[in-house]
């Protein structure tokens, strides 16, 4: 792998987790459940999501 490749994959990576963030946000903000893939690249359990309260 060169490290072009490698640059690529760790940007499409952070576009990744930066792409799920907005999209779960959005969810929120419009009072849905957020995907679960979403969730999951976030690094929280989609099972656990409805017992989080805000404060």
Same mark, same amino acid.
């Given at each position: 792998m060169t490290t072009t490749q490698s640059r690529r994959g760790y940007l499409g990576n952070i576009f990744d987790i930066v792409g799920a963030a907005i999209n779960a946000s959005a969810a929120v903000d #419009?009072?849905?459940?957020?995907?679960?893939?979403?969730?999951?690249?976030? #690094?929280?359990?989609p099972a656990s999501f409805p017992n989080v309260r805000s404060i």
């Open positions: #419009g009072r849905r459940t957020p995907k679960a893939a979403d969730l999951r690249k976030l #690094g929280i359990d």
